[in-house]
């Protein structure tokens, strides 16, 4: 994956940390649930009586704001460099260290870190440092 540095602008990552913080900090106050995605489509394949709503609203916002997004603005180009195959393993190994970390990077990273959860501070720094040690083992190691 490559990525355009001379358009990439701090101040639109700031701003969009803030949404994102402000996002989830309002998710947790109005519903008393954390935003964490993993949680919130884990959900839906074991529905719950009246949870499945808010829970496809979720889903569809995210999917839909990036759709309105490319209304307004043209998309930065995309360019993966592995295979289907990869791709799939890679997912796969999210999917199964998202269950074992009881939750994904949103929420123990976004909602458990500002909760002050000590299980979200280690899940944390586990998933942050197996991606730094995966690619500086893919990276300088392999040379891939």
């Known amino acids: 994956m490559t990525i355009a540095w001379n358009v990439f602008t701090p101040w639109t990552a700031l701003i969009g940390g803030m949404l994102i913080g ?3 900090a309002m998710f947790a106050l109005l519903n008393g649930r954390v935003a964490g995605i993993s949680g919130v489509l884990g959900g839906l394949f074991k529905p719950t009586r009246g949870d499945i709503g808010w829970r496809l609203a979720f889903i569809g916002g995210l999917v839909g704001a990036s759709l309105v997004y490319r209304l307004f603005a043209t998309l930065p180009a995309v360019q993966i460099d592995a295979s289907y195959a990869a791709l799939v393993v890679a997912g796969l190994l999210v999917g199964v260290g998202t269950r074992y970390g009881s939750g994904c990077t949103s ?18 720094l586990s998933f942050m440092g197996a991606g730094f040690a995966t690619v500086f083992v893919v990276r300088h190691l392999f040379g891939i």
């Open 22 to 24: 402000l996002a989830a």
């Open 107 to 124: 929420g123990h990273g976004v909602c458990g870190l500002s909760r002050l959860s000590p299980r979200s501070l280690v899940a944390t």
